[in-house]
């Protein structure tokens, strides 16, 4: 089962994040061939980290309970918020086969969490959706796309996307037409400046 965290940094934890970056990545080594994408958050300056975005293949609740709690930065008391939920990959894809332009682009996470109640207008809306986002002009630039999903994975509860676009203008321009934001199925949008993560 396929799990999306964002997990957002307390203030003011940069310096203990870099102390212990090698016990986090020996963690995560674990999991690496169950990796869908993963990512650290990021300020508008760039280089100062907000949190960690991962997408993992994970077999049951007692995986997951430990991924997000055993992992060193929670530990260490580096993150504040965990969002955890059910993911379903819509391009049956890793963020490993996605090539791009990092040098002359910017690569977000958009995180999107539905209005309740409204599964069946989504369901009206999916075709649009993926359209939309398949189309000539996204086609090239999404990384990876997902729904988040009740825990039982039944209910749609939103989305979860990393794209690579010029800047936070043409994020913002590419939610505007998005037949889901249109539609006003989400209650909150997350926008984060984001990059692959990962030992480098």
Not at 9 to 20: C, E, F, G, T, V
Not at 101 to 114: K, Q, S
Not at 154 to 170: K, V
Request: hydrophobic share 35%.
């Amino acid at each position: 089962m396929e799990y999306f965290f964002y997990c957002q940094d307390k203030p003011n934890s940069h310096a203990l994040r870099k102390q212990i970056v090698e016990t986090h990545w020996a963690f995560m080594d674990a999991y690496a061939s169950a990796f869908i994408a993963r990512g650290p958050t990021l300020a508008e300056d760039g280089p100062t980290q907000t949190g960690s975005m991962h997408i993992v293949d994970l077999p049951d609740a007692e995986a997951v309970r430990v991924f997000a709690y055993e992992e060193p930065n929670f530990r260490a008391g580096v993150y504040g918020d965990v969002f955890v939920s059910r993911w379903r990959n819509e391009l049956g894809r890793t963020m490993w086969e996605f090539t791009g332009d990092p040098d002359h682009n910017r690569r977000f996470l958009i995180i999107g969490h539905a209005r309740p109640g409204v599964d069946e207008a989504r369901r009206r809306l999916r075709q649009d959706r993926q359209s939309y986002l398949s189309g000539q002009r996204y086609r090239e630039c999404l990384i990876v796309d997902g729904s988040l999903l009740s825990d039982d994975g039944a209910q749609w509860t939103g989305s979860a996307l990393m794209i690579e676009l010029p800047d936070r203008a043409a994020a913002e321009a590419m939610l505007a037409g998005d037949p889901y934001v249109k539609a006003g199925l989400y209650e909150q949008i997350q926008t984060h400046r984001w990059r692959f993560g990962g030992r480098h």
